[in-house]
């Protein structure tokens, strides 16, 4: 879902504005001195200090590696969000994180699908493969245009620096960012987030959770956003860059035993909004007004079905991960870009 404030990037972008809240996070790098012989050769970037209350002794646990470590002990360079910083920080898409990580840059073109990584300079052309490895709880995105999506429901973002092929493949050249979802509760809970822009337009997100039988639980989140625009159309005598964004998750979490998990996860996002106004830079065409007789249509739809069998044995963990993508994304228009201002407020209730 595209929320006021969230859809400029890239080179040239214009400041944001009227944002009801500013959190910023600090990044601390450390480097091992390569002297020390049992130092390790690593270095980790704390995103923002985590919550002391839940984190337990070790903090922030990093599961980038394919395996649970503490994050100043895992032995690569990685910027780590929990769900705490990601709160405090008003992280909503891709591009408030990334921009909050040293060394990583986004790149926004005018239409949804395509943005691009860019990882210590390691960049993708266009309708090519990337060259950062994204995974999604588990499961890693086979199309970049699936990246740029509205966030939501998360509890730990990790971004990991330099090649990790070895883990995630020939489009890990750059790196790798790692996406977990809040999992399913033991009790029942829930909460709900809405809010306003001056396009006008609202959002709504919230999720529910909690246990269906012994054994068997759920996690259920969505959101909706929708602005009539804030650029105007001149011509036609109608705004050029209205957006309808609707997302919904959802997670059956079942523990057959103390060593078998099924984990079923399915999801999907449908974007509707005119061609070329998706994400606005400030550039040349900042000298003349939108004057276009072709509104256009960039519209995309992504699907996502995914199960996760892990079987715990005596000496190792065995783990299993099936998953089902499709997208399909339509894209005409005429562009002509102008910046923008706007404002938007936020009401939240938890249950």
């Not at 920080?89 to 591009?95: D, L, W």
């Not at 249509?297 to 089902?324: H, K, M, P, W």
Request: hydrophobic share 40%.
């Amino acid at each position: 879902m595209i929320q006021p404030g969230t859809r400029r990037a890239g080179p040239g972008a214009v400041p944001r504005a009227g944002r009801s809240r500013v959190s910023t996070l600090a990044s601390t790098l450390a480097l091992a001195a390569a002297a020390l012989a049992t130092a390790p050769l690593a270095a980790q970037e704390r995103a923002a200090e985590p919550a002391e209350e839940g984190l337990g002794e070790e903090g922030i646990i990093v599961t980038g590696l394919r395996r649970s470590a503490a994050l100043e002990d895992a032995p690569v360079a990685i910027t780590a969000f929990d769900s705490q910083a990601i709160q405090n920080a008003g992280i909503e898409r891709p591009a408030d994180f990334i921009a909050l990580t040293p060394n990583v840059t986004l790149v926004e073109t005018q239409n949804a699908g395509n943005a691009f990584v860019i990882i210590r300079g390691i960049t993708q052309n266009r309708n090519s493969e990337p060259s950062v490895a994204v995974i999604v709880d588990g499961v890693q995105q086979v199309n970049p245009a699936q990246f740029n999506q509205d966030l939501f429901d998360i509890a730990q973002i990790e971004v990991l620096k330099g090649p990790q092929g070895g883990l995630y493949g020939r489009n890990a050249i750059g790196g790798a960012i790692i996406i977990t979802t809040k999992k399913p509760t033991d009790e029942f809970s829930g909460n709900i987030t809405a809010g306003i822009d001056n396009g006008f337009g609202y959002f709504l997100r919230g999720g529910i959770s909690g246990p269906l039988a012994e054994n068997v639980k759920f996690r259920i989140a969505g959101s909706w956003y929708d602005t009539e625009g804030f650029i105007p159309n001149t011509f036609l005598g109608e705004d050029a860059d209205p957006v309808e964004d609707f997302s919904l998750r959802a997670n059956l979490l079942v523990e057959a035993s103390d060593r078998l998990t099924f984990d079923l996860r399915g999801s999907l996002n449908q974007l509707r909004t005119q061609g070329l106004y998706y994400n606005i830079v400030g550039d040349v065409n900042t000298v003349a007004p939108v004057r276009v007789n072709n509104p256009g249509q960039n519209d995309r739809d992504i699907y996502n079905l995914a199960l996760r069998i892990e079987y715990a044995g005596d000496n190792a963990v065995f783990t299993s991960v099936s998953s089902y993508d499709t997208l399909e994304e339509i894209l005409t228009g005429d562009a002509f870009d102008v910046p923008r201002q706007h404002q938007w407020h936020r009401f939240e209730v938890v249950i």
